[in-house]
């Protein structure tokens, strides 16, 4: 099974200031999916941005963008402008069909 | 629309009760799955459906039921469960992407269940 790592278990960051969090993982295939999902205390899953492995652009979706660094196994996560309702529990996955999840990093927003 | 419902959103059970949770997608996948997580932990895998046919089963205790009976809905049935099965149960379904291999996996809110 892959590996996922998050080796940040808490981040705090300030009100519309950029927080970055780390994920590394390990795999010995060359074409694989990478995501970044939030999870608030609602505890809704919900998917912030994906990264396809042959991709060499980083992907972005609005304030979330992503830094891919494929012989690296790194895939860390920079949220800019950052707003109270980005607080949250943050796991990177690695995978498509069966997910591969790191430990989680969760993230608090001072006003 | 990338919508995966689950009813209910709560549920309390005994050790002796008889009780399903179910999912539904209306988004054409034909992947759909069932997780269990704990509190601050990432979710932990349990069933997987492929085409409406069983294609993982991680090990998972026979108290535990999984069920499709058709694209769209994905049901888990649930019998003399134990305390430490509480937890958040998640469904997932996803699309089959242009390799041909499943891709991005879209979350239902979820089911939280106590076991008393």
């Known amino acids: 099974a892959q590996t996922v790592t998050q080796s940040q278990p808490e981040m705090s960051v300030q009100e519309a200031e950029t927080v970055t969090l780390s994920c590394t993982y390990d795999?010995?295939?060359?074409?694989?999916?990478l995501f970044w999902y939030k999870q608030p205390p609602s505890r809704q899953m919900i998917l912030v941005i994906r990264?396809?492995?042959?991709?060499?652009q980083n992907a972005t979706e609005n304030r979330f963008s992503v830094n891919f660094q494929k012989a690296a196994k790194s895939f860390s996560l920079k949220i800019s402008d950052s707003q109270l309702g980005d607080a949250a529990m943050y796991f990177c996955?690695?995978?498509?069909?069966?997910?591969?999840f790191g430990a989680g990093t969760t993230v608090t927003v001072r006003a | 629309d990338t919508e995966v419902t689950q009813t209910p959103k709560h549920l309390v059970m005994g050790m002796t009760n008889k009780k399903s949770l179910k999912c539904e997608q209306h988004?054409?996948?034909?992947?759909m799955y069932w997780y269990k997580q704990k509190a601050k932990k990432p979710p932990e895998l349990m069933f997987v459906?492929?085409?409406?046919?069983?294609?993982i089963n991680e090990s998972v205790p026979s108290r535990f039921s999984p069920e499709c009976p058709n694209s769209s809905l994905l049901n888990l049935h649930l019998h003399a469960l134990q305390p430490e099965d509480s937890a958040l149960y998640l469904c997932?379904?996803?699309?089959?992407?242009?390799?041909?291999?499943?891709?991005?996996?879209?979350f239902g809110p979820g089911t939280r269940l106590l076991v008393l």
């Open positions: 997932a379904s996803s699309q089959r992407g242009r390799s041909g291999r499943e891709e991005t996996q879209y």
């Open positions: 795999t010995s295939e060359s074409d694989y999916y």
């Open positions: 990264q396809e492995a042959y991709k060499q």
């Open positions: 996955a690695y995978g498509g069909y069966k997910l591969s």
């Open positions: 988004m054409g996948h034909r992947a």
């Open positions: 459906y492929s085409y409406e046919k069983l294609s």
